[in-house]
């Protein structure tokens, strides 16, 4: 997945999450930029990333992707080593 | 006569669940009177007031299976981080303290959750009340006394009711009606399911009795920047969080003492002093030689929050919590906690800081009656056998 498709993906997933337009969902947001972004909605992201790219969710991701560029880069990887 | 019943859960329960579902369980049902899992999580066992056949029967298992899949079905596995280890410390007493306690009259139950204290465990809890203190006057905390009763619509502000539903605990008081006080006053009385009244004589729920001390801190905060940009505060008062079936002796109680010492300002202020009082306290705990651990934990939420909030608590180690060795039932018992809120109260109760952004918290909390009775559960209520300092200071 091209990065910018990848990012799109990601923000799409979050406005999901957060049940708000994608286009409040800026590159740069990150964990507590917005009021949905507390530990509720991020355990909501996370569950999503789960479900929808097959994250295998643990203490460390969850304590890890907390921006959209982390989740970005952590997807990326993800791809590039499949 | 009871009756019971087992149930084979439709989900497989992790070893790291067991005890969370098992203690949950207490809710499904009022005709339950305990409840218990099996050590492999392959059994639900209930015990009952009263037999259930049919419909009710198959009503009650669908209750037990909505709180086994709510809390499994997706659950993470929590990360456990040990930061201290001391449990292999060498204690005298291996005994149960609770016969000696209620023996002695150093306990004595009034009713489920509720316990009074003798002399002796209660210079003993006074004398950890004077460690508690001299920790907080340490970081020059600001001493606090806050209310018993704390009204509705703060806990509502910080989503409490969402998180800790079952542990609630309502305060109300009769109608400001001259025949429903009369009425009340010639015919109140206790009947098998407590003060037999009209319900409709109560006024509505405006209050609640206090489940922490730190929140009040934080409401008397809300709504403008913090003075001075940080704040080391510190106040004891009592708690109260109803447990049902789970209330045991000194070790759960519905109305318990504890001491917090409270940190308010930015992220590092908090953290640094959250760590700070740990390798204090160590210090002391090693003076008393007390058997205890320090581990990664998370709060009781309740079953639809559960899954959520405690990994959530798990991945950013956001408490730990001081666990006593119990020997006589090989357990452990959380005597006391390190706690970090991030921006929680900051932000659901707009306390700011003069970037104005939201300040971070967090809380170093003590149980009095658990430290007291995970103490007398490792050197018995023979003064003579204590450490020479505890021994000196409450003699």
Redesign the interface.
Known sequence: MENVELLESVRALLAEAFSLPKEQISPDLAFGGIQQWDSMGHMGVMLLLEERFGVPIDADLIAALTSVSAICEYLGKREGQS | MNHEIEIKPAWAIPPFLIGEVQSKLAYVDENILAARLTADGETIGLRLRRPVEGPARQALEEKVQRVVQAMVQ?A????VQVLEDYSDRPVPYRGDPNAELLARREMFQEAAGILTVGPLVTRLIDFFERQFLALADSFGAAPYRFPTLIPARFLERVHYFRAFPHSLTFVTHLREDLDVIDDFAQHAACGEHGLDAPSESFAPIQTLLSPAVCYHLYFSLADRPLPGGSLAATAVGNCFRYESLNLTSLERMWNFTMREVIFVGPKDFVLQNRETGRQRMRAFFEQIGLAYHVESANDPFFIG?F???A??Q????LKFEIRARLPFKDSTLAVGSYNYH???FG?ALNITLPDGSPVHTGCIAFGLERMAYAFLAQYGLETADWPEIVRRAVA
């Open positions: 997706g993470f596995k929590p990360k929050e899954k959520k909030q990994a959530f798990s991945a950013f180690q991030q921006d929680f932000r």
